[in-house]
């Protein structure tokens, strides 16, 4: 069962890769701040990782963290997505809430 999941990811992945390209980055991030869909994208694995308590950093936050599991975009596009958020919660928020991020948010660490 595994095996199979696994190669359906890997089939989808290739078919719509070219299409995720264009779906997150900086300006992505801005049209989503500007429409308060506040986002924070996560690359996982097969199955999204959901943390004990994640939901009162999102609710304090006004954000979602969203995971694409096995069918993401190009790692760049998501720091960029990122990297756009990061500053709009700095500059809504100050960088308390960099304290009690999610450590597996794509960008975070440089």
Not at 20 to 37: C, E, K, P, W, Y
Not at 79 to 108: C, E, H, M, P, S
């Given at each position: 069962?595994?095996?199979?999941?696994?190669?359906?990811?890997?089939?989808?992945?290739?078919?719509?890769?070219?299409?995720?390209?264009?779906?997150?980055?900086?300006?992505?991030?801005?049209?989503?701040?500007?429409?308060?869909?506040?986002?924070?994208?996560?690359?996982?694995?097969?199955?999204?990782?959901?943390?004990?308590?994640?939901?009162?950093f999102?609710?304090?936050?006004?954000?979602q963290?969203?995971?694409y599991?096995?069918?993401?975009?190009?790692?760049?596009?998501?720091?960029?997505?990122?990297?756009?958020?990061?500053?709009?919660?700095?500059?809504?928020?100050?960088?308390?809430?960099?304290k009690?991020?999610r450590?597996?948010?794509?960008g975070?660490?440089?």
């Amino acid at each position: 069962m595994k095996i199979l999941l696994f190669l359906f990811c890997l089939f989808v992945n290739a078919s719509s890769k070219a299409q995720s390209l264009f779906s997150v980055g900086r300006q992505s991030a801005l049209n989503d701040i500007q429409q308060n869909q506040v986002k924070l994208l996560l690359i996982g694995g097969m199955a999204p990782v959901v943390y004990q308590g994640q939901e009162k950093f999102e609710q304090q936050y006004g954000l979602q963290y969203h995971d694409y599991g096995c069918l993401p975009p190009e790692a760049d596009s998501v720091k960029a997505y990122n990297k756009t958020i990061f500053r709009y919660l700095d500059a809504t928020y100050g960088k308390q809430w960099r304290k009690q991020v999610r450590k597996d948010v794509l960008g975070l660490q440089g």
